[in-house]
């Protein structure tokens, strides 16, 4: 943003800039005594003053009074210092007049001869009978020279508001200044309350002057209503720096070159609107503000105020200097408004994880839409969106402060903890009482984004994630939990028909469980590794443990014929759940053999032969028991003495079972104690 329209020209008023600095240098010798007061002569005896011819264009002797001028002024200094100005004996209202009329050095010249006569009367004790007298004429005084004031007041504070300068006020404002300085020297006022003869101080009133016109200027920039415009502090602050700008080149350009070089005239000014802007800022920053102005303001005053933007243009050096400037707001407003800023984000960050939650609840869930595959993964944008919500926040906040940074990624890391439950819980709560087929492929996306996150947080972040995985871990697990529940619902009453009569007479088709099972355990493959393999492992051998527990329940005795029907079915439904579960990526062959082995004991029809199924049953299941041979020879139709004997010549030759489990473990998590109890 340009500072303004002149900031862009570095060449603008490229001469008078030389002609400025060729006058500072070669104009000491015009500020030369021209005239010295000329001495009172007062009537002996009476102490009256008879006759006074005052000029106050004198200026003392010695080198270090003299003022340089630049030289572009030279001719309006020349007819100010050159015409000598007596004081006349005028009334006050007449004086006055001329201070309306801007005619000051006049109106001084007349208001000093008064003040001179009134002291040499008081001196020669003329009004020792009439002090009321004294008395009224020193308030005459005092008000004609408080009306200079005000008037020099008058003429510093409306310097900027006008397009042009009125350089030949300025230059007489100069002179009136110093003429004061010379008749007024820094001496103790006469013994009494009066304040005759005292120094006036208009130098320090011009200063203040200022100090004024900067406070003006700055409360007189547009400042819209949070009703009017939403965005009014950003607005405001681009108003300020704008015509600040503009008026700190104006006075580079055209009002520095009236003033002599020991006014120091840009400091006075770049001081002066330093503090308006500060008592500004300071009055803003008690406003109830949000989080997007707390933003602004505390951007504004760290990166834009001293930049190249403001301060720092180049178009304003090497006359505006910032070097010297005290802090723009005092140590407790700002660390007042970096607390406020951080309330501010962590209700904007909670606001923000709200509505990430509602978008996947709304555009996600209700509508069924599938989460796309990225690198053969279920991919969720919640990685994305969360790390660029906290990288955003801790970007702008670095740019402030690293203070404000470190704490900005303290909260939101606070934050994060808190909503990675919620969502869980909103997730499940949605989906319990639901079928929904989107379930189990964003479980996967989710998984897989929060194994992401944990990663971003730690490399690009620095982030210690310790806390963060423990959370993660138990959302896992909760996820898994709902996952296996689901799948249990889901298959449980195709597992129930298991040796019924229509399973029995093929009624259900050969696919149906694997169908069921595959709804869930296809989605697996694109999950994150380990996870989707330890998922799939555990269906696999969870269909095949609930087969098997299916099939030993206690059932009346079946008939050969029966027996043959029963084998065929279970091997054609384990030749398919098997193939189904391995082309989707399980790792478990050690459980294809299971009920193939089962399959082959119900079918065998020569009793003979049954010991070696049970053999090689017992050979690649070594966690088997007494109780579950026993209840797949029954089911077999074996009496109980046969049942007894091949379990002996079976079992002796079975290899040693450790009490310790390893998860090759099929039979030990199968419970047989209601078919004992009906042996």
Known sequence: MEVAPELGSPTLHGENIGLLERGLKTMLSIRKSKQSLKKEKKQEGTGTLRKKRLSFLSSKNNEENKTTVPNDLEEVVDTIETEPIEGKPLSVMEINELIQKQKLLEAFASVKYMEDETIAERDADKYKDNPQEFVRKTKDVDLLYNSIKDMIQSIVVGTLEHPTVEEATLASLVTLIARE?????????????????????????????????????????????????????????????????????????????????????????????????????????????????????????????????????????????????????????????????????????????????????????????????????????????????????????????????????????????????????????????????????????????????????????????????????????????????????????????????????????????????????????????PLGQELLRHVHKYVVREYIVQVIKPRRKMNRETRQQVSERMSQEAKI???VLIDQGSD???????????????????????????????????DIRKEHILAILMLRGLGYTRRAAIFRQSFHCAPECPDSRDENTLFDEIDVSAVISCF
């Open 181 to 529: 300085e010379a008749a007024h020297p820094n001496a103790g006022s006469a013994p009494g309350s009066d304040l005759l003869g005292s120094p006036r101080r208009w130098r320090e009133e011009w200063r203040e002057a200022i100090n004024e016109s900067a406070r003006k200027r700055v409360l007189r920039v547009p400042l819209a209503s949070k009703e009017e415009e939403s965005s009014w502090l950003d607005i405001h602050l681009c108003f300020l720096q704008k015509h600040l700008s503009e008026d700190l080149l104006k006075i580079k350009l055209s009002v520095k070159k009236c003033y002599p070089e020991e006014y120091q005239v840009c400091d006075i000014y770049v001081e002066a609107f330093h503090k308006a802007i500060a008592s500004h800022l300071q009055d803003l920053s008690q406003r109830v503000l949000e989080f997007n102005e707390l933003y602004s303001l505390l951007d504004w005053v760290a990166n834009t105020y001293r930049s190249e933007l403001f301060l720092g243009h180049p178009d304003l050096k090497p006359e505006v200097k910032t070097e010297n400037l005290s802090l723009l707001l005092t140590p407790a407003d700002w660390d007042r408004l970096k607390n406020d800023y951080i309330t501010s984000v962590k209700g904007k960050i909670k606001s923000y994880f709200g509505n990430i939650l509602r978008l996947e609840v709304t555009e996600k869930w209700e509508k069924e839409v599938h989460p796309e595959v990225e690198d053969n993964l279920y991919h969720s944008s919640l990685s994305f969106d969360i790390q660029t919500i906290i990288g955003e926040h801790m970007k702008i906040s670095g740019a402030i402060s690293k203070s404000l940074k470190a704490k900005t990624l303290e909260l939101c890391l606070a934050e994060l903890h808190e909503f990675i439950p919620r969502f869980g819980e909103e997730f499940m709560e949605w989906h319990a009482a639901r079928d929904s087929p989107v379930f189990v492929p964003y479980f996967a996306a989710y998984i897989n984004s929060f194994h992401h996150l944990v990663s971003g947080l730690e490399t690009v972040f620095n982030v210690n994630t310790e806390e963060l995985q423990k959370i993660l871990a138990s959302l896992t697990k909760n996820f898994r939990n709902m996952f296996l529940n689901k799948l249990r619902t889901k298959t449980q009453p195709l597992l129930k028909k298991i040796l019924t009569k229509d399973w029995i007479l093929a009624t259900e088709k050969p696919d149906s469980l694997a169908a069921a099972v595959s709804q869930f355990s296809k989605h697996l493959q694109h999950t994150r590794q």
């Open 577 to 579: 759940l098997n193939k």
């Open 588 to 622: 478990s062959d050690w459980l294809l053999p299971a009920l193939h082995h089962i399959a082959n004991i119900i079918g065998e029809k020569k009793k003979d032969r049954i010991k070696e199924h049970v053999k090689e049953l017992i050979q690649d299941y070594p």
